[in-house]
């Protein structure tokens, strides 16, 4: 086994057990706070503050790692997580939205520091020469990582039907405690430390590609979240009036299902891997969510144009996710790769937050059907932008 695949695992095993630990915590928020009878749109902006420190963290967090290298700022974001857990595990009487919104906030710092060091640590590990490896490890990386946040979906249901929901974040953080310790001693001490020590203007992104390629991803992460974070989960418990374990149990049987199809991206797409299949795939992704929001309103059984939707919506949005996961990593710079990844994992975060908040606002106002038809034409804005992308053909891998 080479020092490389030696710390592909190391990067890769932490990011997993983070993943583990933030899908699980999401589902028991949204869960929990809806028994307390919280409305859709509150529950929302209990997250706004994950996602707004989201953009700020990949943003310096790339600067950061730049500089600290990628170890530090991993072996930080799961330290943050354990912290955010902690802060959960208070009385019910001081779970007041104010401190939620703060444990959510170091949340959200933890999970972009985590994201943007194991991305960027893979563009270091494999040679510029050989697209196809990095492609291949991109996929298998980032599809894997969402196969356990489905995991983490259902984990979180369970965990708060059994546990209740101090017992769920103290167990995760006791166990996420052990991963960090491990990772202190097994990670690699210079592993994306930049050369030359960047300056702070250089956490704005001067690359055409990469910028066009962030505001292609701030659209399509949108138009994932803007009705699958809050508006499908309410929508789930109150509509079909599934219990807690059958809302977090579906989606998490979705997310997993991304996350294999998310890994065979490479197969799917084949050789080609930049713009024309950025650009066709996302047209795909465009039509699902209209098509769902169509068959809402004709005497189809909704049980089955929501299974069904969701079911394509996940497959076609698992390859596009692939695609611009792999091109980020291709079309950053070696040294101070952290820089362009959090620049665009920022846009990705800033897609996430406008997602939520349009996600709890729309549906409260105006129902599922209008959160799918804003998501079609997210995905639409994203499929324009793909079309500024230069192409990109992989090698073999």
């Known amino acids: 086994m080479t020092a490389a695949i030696r710390q592909y695992l190391v990067i890769t095993g932490n990011y ?98 985590n994201k943007m060091s194991a991305k960027s640590g893979i563009k270091l590990l494999v040679p510029d020469t050989e697209q196809g490896k990095l492609y291949k490890w991109v996929a298998v990386l980032t599809g894997s990582k969402n196969t356990l946040k489905g995991v983490g979906f259902f984990l979180g249901g369970v965990l708060l039907m059994t546990a209740g929901f101090k017992g769920a974040v103290i167990t995760m953080a006791a166990a996420l405690t052990l991963i960090w310790l491990s990772s202190l001693f097994l990670l690699k001490r210079e592993i994306g430390k930049s050369k030359a020590k960047p300056k702070f203007t250089d956490m704005l992104s001067k690359s055409r590609p990469i910028n066009i390629l962030s505001a292609a991803r701030l659209f399509l992460f949108g138009a994932r979240d803007v009705w699958f974070v809050v508006a499908l989960p309410v929508y789930l418990h109150t509509v079909f009036g599934w219990d807690f374990w059958q809302v977090g149990g579906f989606m998490a049987c979705w997310i997993i299902g991304y996350g294999v199809i998310q890994t065979q991206a490479p197969r799917i797409t084949g050789d080609l891997s930049g713009k024309t299949p950025a650009i066709l795939w996302a047209w795909a992704l465009a039509v699902v969510p209209a098509a769902i929001a169509i068959g809402l309103a004709t005497p189809i059984p909704p049980q089955l144009t929501v299974v069904i939707g969701l079911l394509l919506f996940g497959g076609l949005f698992a390859v596009n996710s692939s695609l611009h996961s792999y091109l980020i990593v291709s079309y950053a710079r070696s040294d101070g790769v952290s820089l362009d990844v959090g620049f665009y994992y920022m846009s990705n975060a800033a897609g996430r937050l406008l997602g939520t908040l349009l996600s709890g606002w729309i549906y409260q106002t105006f129902g599922l059907e209008a959160c799918l038809w804003t998501s079609s034409a997210m995905v639409a804005v994203a499929a324009l932008f793909a079309t500024g992308l230069p192409e990109r053909h992989s090698t073999p891998a």
Request: charged content about 10%; hydrophobic content about 60%.
């Open 16 to 113: 997993w057990a983070f993943t583990l630990t933030d899908g699980a915590l999401r589902m028991l928020v949204v869960l929990h706070f809806h028994q307390l009878g919280y409305a859709p749109l509150d529950i929302a902006l209990l997250f706004v503050f994950y996602e707004f420190f989201g953009v700020v963290t990949n943003l310096v967090g790339g600067y950061l790692g730049a500089r600290m290298g990628l170890n530090r700022t991993m072996n930080l974001g799961l330290l943050l997580q354990i912290v955010a857990l902690a802060m959960l595990a208070v009385p019910a009487a001081a779970l007041t939205v104010p401190w939620v919104m703060a444990a959510q906030a170091l949340s959200g710092i933890a999970k972009d520091l």
